[in-house]
């Protein structure tokens, strides 16, 4: 081989390293814009959850949702943070209440159920709420607490 046709190929191996180099940083690029928007986008969903969770510990201390549901939904955005977050003692009161009343029927399916069905539910739920009512009225005042100190509240 030739010290012509050496140098040729060297140049064009070098020219293709190059070519590697920046589509290998272009890639780059594009990983930490996607990390990036991912991190927004769950940044913005916990801010989401953290307003959602506000409004309902709210409606819950004001008495504008019954105490089953605002609990449903309370443990429902707390999964969604952090599914550890129900662990810690102010917030179990939404989870028992929910391993208590989840056999419940609701929306169509309790259409469908007879009056004397309805009626039995509904007295079960009343129990269970009336049972936990002073508990989750807690968790919603320490619901109301996380919030404002997030994201400190995590740790």
């Not at 991912?38 to 008495?63: F, G, I, P």
């Not at 009343?101 to 159920?113: G, I």
């Amino acid at each position: 081989m030739s010290s012509t046709t050496a140098l040729i190929l060297a140049g064009l191996a070098l020219v293709i390293i190059a070519g590697l180099g920046a589509y290998a940083f272009t890639l780059w690029r594009e990983v930490r814009r996607r990390r990036a928007m991912q991190q927004d986008e769950l940044r913005r969903a916990h801010e989401n959850c953290l307003e959602n969770l506000e409004l309902v510990a709210s409606a819950l201390l004001q008495e504008q949702v019954d105490i089953t549901e605002g609990a449903w939904r309370c443990k429902v955005l707390l999964e969604i943070l952090d599914s550890r977050l129900l662990e810690r003692e102010s917030f179990r009161p939404f989870g028992e209440v929910h391993a208590r009343t989840r056999h419940l029927h609701t929306h169509e399916a309790r259409k469908a159920l007879t009056p004397k069905e309805r009626f039995k539910e509904d007295k079960e739920r009343f129990a269970v709420e009336e049972e936990h009512r002073d508990a989750v009225l807690e968790a919603a005042r320490a619901a109301l607490v996380f919030r404002r100190d997030w994201p400190a509240s995590l740790h």
